[in-house]
């Protein structure tokens, strides 16, 4: 696509594209006696009566931005997808900004518990939309269009470039939570990903969304990532007809193998998922009443297969449980006391 048909696509999309503010009442403090603390104190200076302020008098509570983020719009009745992570904190208040510069008080109905994707509703009717792509058709060196809300400051910021990778996975931070989430089958593009462009479309030439800018990497230069429409697709699929996002549960906790563990741990295998409990006290390595319990999984055995497709770092359970539907009998082949075990079981739903 020539560069002078990019202008076209921006221009056709943009008024779906969105601003998310993220606001929440915090206490405010002042200092005592009247007197403001000084720069580099952190317990401020002497008072008028000549003791020193260990202490700040709280005055109340103020609305406060504390962060922010970037959606469209994918139903003109005010549906907008976001990421997860912009929207976590339930104590917030959440207002989209459309590109009229009109603002609506925005309510969190869906989040993914295992994709990146938040869905948000606001009270409107006639929007314009941003029509969904396939990200599975999706090809090296394509090009990218990145549009969103650069450092929660620069609305409306475009860059362009190209799909630089496929299934890419990493480990993600989140500011708010403190928390890191694995992240995977990534789209990775040179577009220029910044703070604040989170939750906003990753474009193909045609204007129909193929991502959700999700993340960048600190230190790096052009290397930003997306997750695939595909999966907001089906969580928006899900909404409509259930009233809720589903996602199949086996009802495991595990840990990847690979040679290393292997050998660390003297293991039969340097491949599958291990069944392991977690120190939590709801941390049991097969979920009493799960799919896997049901199936007769235990602790210390080794998923090597679900469906007949081998699990590994590139192909793990969790991939392969999303191709799979809530209801639907698997197969599971898994290694126990150095000896292959079948069995099969039916999916749960994840509550």
């Known amino acids: 696509m020539k560069n002078s048909s990019i202008p076209k696509v921006v221009q056709k999309v943009l008024p779906a594209v969105v601003s998310i503010t993220v606001s929440k009442l915090l206490p405010v403090f002042e200092a005592p006696f009247g007197v403001p603390p000084a720069k580099g104190m952190p317990f401020g200076p002497r008072s008028p009566f000549g003791l020193k302020q260990?202490?700040?008098?709280?005055?109340?509570?103020?609305?406060?931005k504390t962060g922010g983020g970037s959606g469209f719009i994918v139903d003109s009745s005010g549906t907008i997808l976001t990421n997860r992570h912009?929207?976590?904190?339930?104590?917030?208040?959440?207002?989209?900004i459309l590109g009229d510069e009109k603002k609506y008080p925005a309510q969190v109905i869906a989040k993914d518990p295992i994709n990146d994707v938040a869905i948000l509703k606001i009270k409107e009717k006639g929007l314009p939309i941003i029509e969904l792509g396939d990200s599975s058709r999706l090809k090296l060196g394509q090009t990218a269009i990145a549009?969103?809300?650069?450092?929660?400051?620069?609305?409306?910021?475009v860059s362009v470039g190209v799909v630089s990778g496929l299934s890419r996975e990493i480990m993600a931070g989140d500011a708010m939570t403190k928390k890191t989430t694995k992240l995977r089958g990534l789209i990775q593009t040179d577009a220029a990903i910044n703070p604040g462009n989170s939750g906003g479309p990753l474009l193909n030439t045609e204007g129909k969304v193929i991502g959700i800018n999700?993340?960048?990497?600190?230190?790096?230069?052009?290397i930003g990532f997306a997750l695939p429409i595909n999966n907001a697709s089906k969580a928006l699929k899900d909404l409509k007809k259930y009233g809720r996002i589903r996602q199949p549960f086996l009802g495991v906790r595990y840990i990847l193998l690979?040679?290393?563990?292997?050998?660390?741990?003297?293991?039969?295998?340097?491949?599958?998922?291990?069944?392991?409990?977690?120190?939590?006290?709801?941390g049991q390595g097969v979920v009493p009443g799960g799919a896997a319990a049901r199936a007769g999984i235990r602790e210390g055995d080794v998923i090597l297969e679900i469906q007949n497709i081998?699990?590994?770092?590139?192909?793990?359970?969790?991939?392969?449980?999303q191709k799979c539907k809530i209801g639907q009998t698997i197969s599971l082949k898994a290694l126990r006391s150095g000896k292959e075990i079948i069995c099969q079981s039916i999916l749960g739903e994840r509550k």
């Open 54 to 64: 260990f202490f700040m008098i709280p005055k109340g509570k103020k609305k406060i």
């Open 86 to 96: 912009v929207v976590v904190d339930p104590q917030a208040e959440y207002v989209v």
């Open 147 to 157: 549009i969103g809300n650069a450092l929660g400051t620069f609305r409306n910021t």
């Open 214 to 222: 999700t993340a960048m990497v600190f230190l790096a230069e052009n």
């Open 258 to 282: 690979n040679k290393e563990l292997k050998e660390r741990f003297n293991l039969p295998t340097d491949r599958g998922a291990l069944i392991v409990s977690e120190p939590a006290p709801e």
């Open 310 to 321: 081998k699990v590994s770092a590139k192909t793990p359970l969790e991939d392969i449980l």
